[in-house]
């Protein structure tokens, strides 16, 4: 089972490796607050995060679930959700 800490950090991991220079130049961490939107993914990169965060944290994430998300808090607590 994989505690918040984890999850926040491969995340960051998980995000930092799909944000241009750019973004990652005005980003200095992210909260749950931030939206997916405000982080300037596009739809593919969203596509990608969804299958590395699967791979990442060996869990499955059905695409309903994935669809509804908009924060970054709420990513951290649907992985939490599905790792227990």
């Known amino acids: 089972m994989l505690d918040e800490r984890e999850v926040r950090a491969g995340l960051q991991k998980l995000l930092n490796e799909r944000l241009t220079t750019r973004q990652l130049a005005t980003k200095e961490g992210f909260d749950d607050n931030d939206t997916l939107n405000s ?28 669809m509804k998300l908009t924060t970054v808090g709420e990513l951290v607590y649907l992985v939490l959700s599905k790792s227990s």
């Open 39 to 66: 982080l300037e993914l596009d739809s593919l990169d969203k596509v990608e995060l969804w299958m590395a965060t699967e791979d990442y944290f060996k869990i499955k994430l059905e695409e309903n679930d994935v």
